[in-house]
């Protein structure tokens, strides 16, 4: 398995700012995703971050309001920009350290006032 | 990858076997069945995967039946922290990273 942590773990935004979450693993992945989480909703995949190439957005998501980085093999962030209350949810990053297994972080629970 | 079909909810009683089903009539040849669970404002968790044979691990059985078509998750004592969204998710291949989360069976164990 993976240990995997969020930072930050919660935060209460306002509307027009943007949030940068972070994730961290404590092994070497190449593959990372980053998902929404709705209220009351299940999981929905954002984009798929591997280390060395631009992210790949789902359809529906876009770079310029969910910009991703992969700085190495351990960590990523998503920013979640211009901040509206729709989009409170919870963030969640999973990684893929075996070719069958995915495993989640704790999440980050976003609440945009 | 093929659609699945759960419960919305059930009860069980702590310290009974906890039996989850999932129909997957549309699965393919090549397509693995997961279960992963959430309990309540966590992070989901993988729990056992299998294609044909019946597996167990530490956390649980699966129970896949000859024709593929569904399967059953097996927790043989339920704990009250074994309560929490149970989701079955059917995956082309190992190695395919598109996990699409449905809603889920919300299991509840009675104390």
């Known amino acids: 398995s993976a240990v995997i942590s969020q930072k930050p773990s919660r935060d209460i935004c306002q509307r027009g700012t943007s949030l940068t979450i972070q994730c961290q693993v404590d092994s070497q992945v190449t593959m990372m995703f980053w998902y929404r989480q709705q209220p009351g909703q299940s999981l929905t995949l954002i984009a798929t971050a591997n280390q060395g190439s631009e992210a790949t957005y789902e359809s529906g998501f876009v770079i310029d309001k969910f910009p991703i980085s992969r700085p190495n093999l351990t960590f990523s962030t998503l920013t979640v920009s211009n901040m509206s209350p729709e989009d409170s949810s919870i963030y969640l990053c999973s990684v893929e350290p075996r070719s069958d297994t995915q495993y989640f972080g704790p999440g980050t629970r976003l609440t945009v006032l | 990858d093929a659609k699945t079909t759960q419960p919305t909810s059930m009860d069980c009683a702590e310290g009974r076997a906890a039996n989850l089903p999932c129909n997957h009539s549309t699965i393919s040849g090549n397509e693995y069945v997961y279960w992963y669970r959430q309990i309540h404002s966590q992070g989901p968790q993988y729990i056992i995967h299998g294609l044909k044979n019946n597996e167990t691990n530490e956390m649980a059985s699966l129970i896949i039946t000859e024709d593929r078509k569904s399967s059953t998750l097996i927790l043989p004592h339920a704990t009250l922290r074994d309560t929490a969204v149970y989701y079955c998710?059917?995956?082309?291949?190992?190695?395919?990273?598109?996990?699409?989360f449905g809603k889920g069976t919300k299991l509840s164990v009675i104390p």
């Open positions: 998710i059917v995956l082309s291949g190992a190695g395919s990273y598109q996990l699409t």
